[in-house]
Structures are given as C-alpha cells and as structure tokens.
C-alpha cells in the first residue's frame, strides 16, 4: 500500500513569507498526488492535484509538483496570507491502493499579519 | 450544485451504544468513502463503497461497518461504542469510472463530530 511523510509542524509564518510544506511518500504503482486543506471546524478540501511525473498542481498560488524520480510533492506559495491559517494534508491515492487516499500526519500552518 | 452532505454534524453517544451515520454524496457520485480523524491517529481510511458493494476496507474492528444504497447514499454504522471511538466521521465521494480518482479526487463532506461518554 501506499504511505505518506509529511513535514512536521507547527509552522508559523509572517504575511507575506514563502512557504514550503515537504511531502515524501512510499508506493507501488502509479499513484495521484493530492493535498488537501483543513480550516478549523470543517470538512477537507481539495487544494491541487497532479497525476503522473513532473505534473505540477496550482490553485489559490499554491503549487507543487510530482517529482517520481525523489517521490516528493511540496507544496509552496511564495506569499502566504493570513486566510492561508490551516492544517495541510498530503496523500497519494490509486497505484495498488486504489480508491483509497493515504492521507500523512498534516501540518498546521499559522499566519500571522 | 450541492456537496457532501453529512447528518447529524454532531452526536454524543455512551459507551455500549451504537450509532449510525449518514452521508449523501454529490448528485452523480457513485463512490462513497469514509475516513475517522483523531487527534493521535489522524485520518484514516475505514471503508469504500461503489454500487452499493465495498470495495475496500481499512483496519478497524468489526464493530465499523457499511453500507450503500441503490441512490448512492451510504451509512456508518458503530456498534459498541467505546471511549476511543471518540473522532471527527468524514465521508467523501467521487464519480466512478476509470479515471475519476485522478481527474477529480474526493470531494468531503463536513464531517460527524462522534462524542462517547
């Protein structure tokens, strides 16, 4: 199956500051590489998405890109807001391990202005 | 187009009680699953559905188990609550078919806050 490493946190960032957040993940097969956003008190939400090698997912300035040959996927956004305050989630899904996400330990970020 | 919609968004439970859960997906949706997330374990898979037959299973005991209806909706069910049972219930859907996972991954619902006492 499919298992994930996840930068550990808590990290806390000023306005403004570059952010990255480290992904390594173990699997068999070809996996999708997700990461996934928590806000306090909700539900995850899908931030971006790459399918196969050198893909690169972006939303909301965020972006990360699959990278077979060191199986990494790191999320950055070069100016991170305060709104940007939030757990991370990494997760492979599919390869041998499909239909099911593997998500890592998440890492909480925190903005201050 | 409305999302994962998850009843009740909160429930307090005592221990020996069993529960049930429930999640529509989004309309179209064919495949549901469920995750349990705790503040020590984190997220972890319980359990896929897709046309109302599981498709994969997590570690959990027994006690968890599933279902899925002909419209797609799905239940959890808890039998014999226990203290450690105690955790946010996630469910999330996808549209079936080769290619889905990738194209669109999962899509959450809010989640059931379980409380056991």
């Known amino acids: 199956g499919n298992s994930v490493t996840q930068m550990e946190g808590p990290v806390t960032l000023s306005e403004e500051a570059f952010l990255t957040i480290n992904c390594t993940y173990t699997?068999?097969?070809?996996?999708?590489l997700f990461w996934y956003v928590q806000y306090p008190g909700e539900g995850l939400q899908l931030l971006l998405k790459?399918?196969?090698?050198?893909d690169k997912g972006s939303n909301k300035g965020f972006e990360a890109t699959y990278r077979k040959e060191t199986t990494s996927f790191h999320l950055e956004k070069g100016s991170v807001q305060v709104s940007d305050s939030a757990v991370y989630f990494c997760a492979p899904a599919g390869g041998t391990s499909y239909g099911k996400l593997t998500f890592g330990q998440g890492t909480i970020l925190t903005v201050h202005p | 187009k409305a999302g994962v919609t998850q009843t009740p968004r909160y429930l307090i439970k005592t221990r020996g009680q069993q529960v049930t859960l429930s999640c529509s997906p989004i309309?179209?949706?064919?495949?549901v699953s469920w995750y349990q997330q705790t503040p020590g374990q984190g997220l972890q898979f319980l359990f896929e559905?897709?046309?109302?037959?599981?498709?994969n299973k997590g570690n959990f005991p027994g006690r968890f188990s599933g279902r899925q209806f002909s419209n797609s909706r799905s239940e959890m069910n808890v039998s014999t609550l226990e203290l450690g049972d105690s955790a946010l219930y996630l469910c999330a859907s996808r549209p079936a078919g080769t290619g889905s996972l990738s194209a669109y991954g999962y899509t959450f619902g809010s989640g059931t806050r379980l409380t056991v006492v």
């Open positions: 790459a399918t196969k090698a050198d």
């Open positions: 309309s179209g949706h064919r495949s």
């Open positions: 699997a068999t097969g070809y996996p999708s």
């Open positions: 559905y897709f046309s109302e037959t599981q498709r």
